[in-house]
């Protein structure tokens, strides 16, 4: 463990967790070679975010920041397109431009191992915000986009310290919907060997990567009232995209008229995201497919559907994540 490390980081062993073995044996792989546990909800991150960790948390943060943060697949990459339009006065134009280039991951560098990989595979290269995130979104000019996986403990000091106060807009989705699309992203996107039932058996256990899933939502939803932190909901959006897009450019100090609302709302519909080179992802996809870093087919934005748990879940496992949901959300006056 790295001796400068701002957080208490535990690694991950099969006898920590009921399920941690799971993760051990259908997680590790060429982009993942250890787990580790932070803070005080013991949040799972892979083992190489220690060499960034410090890093990270002695960023200097900016109250210009805007922050896009979310558990993985809970509508990110459609609340980063939605934000930057309407923060960049709906420039269509510059939105051609690699999302993660002008809304990069914060600790994207932390997710792979990228030294062991381009030992192996010379012929891939990749771009700062892919291998130095921290540094390249240290150096971008006022005001930065950026897009985070990790929950508030984990966030900047400057942040939980209040010392600085970006903007902050959280997006948070059912958690039985958001299971079903981590699975096929982690399959995808991050080499996943195992099925979907030993699958929700770590989401249910917090045993995926930026698990525990509901104290990461909580850390947000019980903030919500600070006048930098915006919640938003995934399925608000697709019940009346027009009415989130609204509430957000008022977050961000923009007005927007009607048709220019409406463009947005048609310009952020799945089929256009979907088709959306600048957003979809599909090059890093292929890109995974051409040098056999995985092994599995579909597409990264895959339905955007609210509901498709009830299509691959049996009763039992439904019912389990109702009570684990219940439980989590008992008392909070949040409905998921």
């Known amino acids: 463990m790295a001796a400068d490390a701002p957080f208490n980081f535990v690694p991950v ?17 060429q982009f993942r070679k250890g787990y580790i546990r932070a803070g005080p909800h013991k949040v799972v991150l892979p083992v190489y975010h220690l060499n960034f960790a410090k890093a990270l948390d002695d960023m200097e943060i900016r109250n210009e920041d805007v922050f896009v943060v979310s558990h993985p697949k809970t ?35 932390s997710l792979f191992d ?4 381009l030992s192996r595979k010379p012929e891939i290269t990749f ?46 989705r059912n958690a039985k919907d958001t299971c079903v ?6 399959r995808l996107m991050e080499g996943y060997k195992g099925n979907f039932q030993d699958f929700c058996k770590l989401f249910l256990e917090d045993s995926l990567t930026f698990s525990p899933f509901w104290s990461h939502v909580m850390s947000f939803w019980n903030r919500r009232d600070q006048p930098n932190i915006l ?15 609204r509430k957000t450019a008022d977050f961000l100090g923009k007005t927007l008229n009607d048709e220019q609302v409406e463009t947005l709302a048609d310009h952020l519909s799945f089929q256009n995201m979907k088709n959306n080179k ?53 008392g909070t006056g949040l409905a998921l």
Not at 114 to 117: E, F, N, R, S, V
Not at 146 to 154: C, S
Request: aromatic share 14%; glycine share 4%; net charge negative.
């Open 114 to 117: 990228y030294g062991d990989l």
């Open 278 to 330: 600048a957003v979809n992802y599909e090059a890093v996809v292929e890109i995974n497919k051409a040098h056999n870093l995985i092994d599995a087919d579909g597409a990264f934005m895959r339905s955007g559907k609210v509901g498709e748990w009830k299509a691959v879940m049996t009763p039992e496992l439904s019912d389990l994540f109702d009570h684990w949901t219940e439980k989590n959300l008992a």
């Open 231 to 245: 919640f938003l909901k995934y399925e608000d959006m697709k019940k009346d995209l027009p009415s989130v897009i």
């Open 13 to 29: 062993e099969a006898s920590l967790g009921k399920c941690d073995n799971l993760l051990l044996q259908y997680f590790l792989n």
């Open 127 to 172: 771009p700062e915000y892919v291998t130095d995130s921290v540094k390249f979104i240290s150096e971008l000019p006022s005001p930065r986009f950026i897009k985070t996986h990790i929950p508030w403990e984990l966030l900047p000091r400057q942040i939980r310290e209040g010392t600085r106060s970006p903007k902050i807009i959280y997006v948070a």
């Open 75 to 109: 509508g990110t990459t459609w609340t980063q397109e939605m934000v930057w339009c309407i923060a960049n006065d709906l420039d269509y134009e510059g939105a051609k431009q690699f999302l993660p280039e002008r809304f990069p991951f914060l600790e994207h560098s």
């Open 181 to 186: 699309s981590y699975y096929h992203h982690s």
